[in-house]
């Protein structure tokens, strides 16, 4: 006669343990992309788990079945799902799928397993700062000259202006990128006759 308290507790083990080893197969690499282009999101889990889901940072959510089944415009399945059941392809990348993205497998005992992946989508030769695409020109412009030359810069898929900075957090991104592009946190001789930079300290703008 088979002990089937005995047989239960082998599977119930197994499941548990199956899970315990399970570990997520991800690139938390930034990826660069060009509006227009598409572009694949890889996330896979080893062991078996329940569902996955990929969370952008301005709030939109989607379940990787349901773009495989074609739930969502402009998104599919790869061609590949070995390694990468979870993995999602955007059709034509846009400057509002920059910023994090975040893929969360969760798993058959509770537990959930995430990787956050951080998107940017500029033309070139903009690049991402904070949430935005920026231009950085070395050289002096009066206001004028600066608002022609980035205008300029415009094209038949966007339109480019002089930046505005609504925001302490939106200047300190741009602080930030100035110095650690520049090299002027580890070298301050390369600052190559840039104007005073203003320095966030404790949410008042100090010059040097």
Request: charged share 20%; net charge negative; glycine share 6%.
């Amino acid at each position: 006669m088979v002990n089937m308290s005995y047989a239960l507790s082998i599977i119930v083990l197994s499941l548990v343990m199956a899970s315990v080893n399970a570990s997520l197969i991800f690139d938390a690499a930034e990826v660069k992309a060009t509006p227009g282009e598409s572009l694949t999101l890889s996330c896979g889990v080893k062991q078996e788990f329940s569902f996955c889901i990929w969370d952008h940072e301005n709030g939109r959510s989607f379940q990787a079945t349901a773009v495989h089944k074609g739930v969502h415009p402009g998104m599919r399945a790869p061609e590949d799902l070995t390694d990468n059941q979870c993995g999602i392809v955007i059709d034509s990348v846009s400057i509002e799928d920059s910023g994090e993205w975040t893929c969360r497998v969760f798993l058959a005992d509770g537990r959930e397993l995430r990787g956050i992946k951080t998107l940017a989508a500029c033309h070139s030769p903009f690049v991402i700062v904070g949430n935005e695409c920026l231009y950085f020109h070395e050289g002096y412009m009066n206001w004028n000259d600066a608002k022609d030359y980035c205008r300029s810069l415009s094209s038949s898929e966007y339109n480019s202006d002089l930046a505005t900075v609504d925001s302490c957090e939106q200047l300190g991104d741009i602080h930030q990128h100035i110095l650690l592009e520049f090299a002027l946190l580890t070298d301050p001789s390369s600052a190559r006759n840039f104007p005073s930079l203003p320095e966030i300290n404790n949410g008042d703008i100090v010059n040097y």
